[in-house]
């Protein structure tokens, strides 16, 4: 009896979710990227008013990898949290700045 080796390419589907624009509140978006070896970028873009988020990406960028740049960039609640991450490294800084000061002044006082 012979053998045939068969090589098959099986495809699934699956659903991502996005958000709506940030600018317009359309949901009609259009995932893409380049397709480039290097240098390549990709993300969304809003067919409705043109907004537009891009990032690099690898040469095989996969569509959740265009998603996630097109929420990180249109999802207040993800922009509202990286917000809050500067304000607190602000805060912590000032405070450290506040204790140098307070230091300086002991040994200037000394």
């Not at 969304?44 to 690898?58: D, I, Q, V, W």
Request: charged share 25%.
């Amino acid at each position: 009896m012979a053998t045939l080796t068969v090589t098959e390419q099986i495809t699934t589907s699956r659903d991502l979710e996005y958000v709506p624009c940030l600018q317009c509140g359309s949901t009609d978006i259009q995932f893409f990227d380049y397709g480039y070896t290097e240098g390549n970028s990709g993300g969304g873009k809003c067919k409705s008013c043109g907004a537009e988020c891009t990032r690099g990406l690898h040469w095989d960028a996969k569509k959740d990898q265009q998603v996630a740049i097109w929420n990180s960039q249109n999802d207040p609640k993800k922009l509202i949290e990286a917000q809050e991450q500067i304000i607190q490294a602000a805060k912590d800084r000032i405070k450290d700045i506040l204790a140098q000061q307070a230091v300086i002044a002991a040994l200037v006082a000394a």
